[in-house]
């Protein structure tokens, strides 16, 4: 039986789920495939929930080598999609930056407390200012001067760093 091609939009919708990245955090390489989860053989599914984006070899250890298991393959597509649902970009990007540096904080600029609302709120991430010498000045309603920072670190908190250490190895954190 010739095997149906995916349709163009589900294409999509798996690579953008994986920003266009192999879906495997600790590789996230650009050149992808879209693998079946369940083996088309077996499912005769093309639905977006049975697939998932992977680089040429991360496919083929998960499909010819059995060196990446289904477990772990249904693990990172539920990851995904905790992470799009629950996080925006700037999240996700601290995320992927933590795991593919192994640092666990970095300095932002004015805004960071918002661009991690989400990651503060769910105690992954703490944002503090930084006293730099290079506070904004502003003058509030009522006439009185204040300094703003304009830098801030962010950092993860003890649950943050499990968190990511969990999605670096592809552990379930839902």
């Known amino acids: ?8 939009d589900v294409v999509r919708a798996v690579l953008i789920e994986a920003g266009h990245r192999c879906a495997i955090p ?26 998932i984006a ?14 990446i298991d289904l477990r772990s393959i249904q693990t990172y597509k539920r990851n995904l999609a905790l992470l799009n649902y629950r996080y925006g970009e700037f999240e996700r ?18 805004g960071a407390e918002l661009l991690l609302s989400r990651a503060v709120l769910d105690g992954l991430v703490r944002v503090l200012p930084l006293q730099s010498g290079r506070e904004s000045l502003l003058t ?7 300094f703003l920072p ?25």
């Open 150 to 174: 304009i830098y801030f670190m962010c950092e993860l908190t003890e649950n943050g760093k499990t968190f990511v250490d969990r999605y670096s190895r592809g552990n379930e954190f839902a």
């Open 140 to 146: 509030s309603p009522i006439g009185e001067n204040v």
């Open 93 to 110: 990007r601290f995320f992927d930056h933590c795991v593919r540096t192994g640092k666990r904080s970095v300095i932002v600029g004015a």
């Open 54 to 67: 992977l680089c040429l070899t991360c496919h083929s250890r998960y499909d010819q080598k059995k060196e």
């Open 1 to 8: 039986m010739n095997r149906p091609a995916i349709p163009a």
């Open 26 to 51: 600790t590789c996230r390489a650009t050149t992808l495939e879209i693998a079946h989860i369940e083996p088309w053989a077996k499912s005769k599914d093309n639905s977006f929930a049975n697939l």
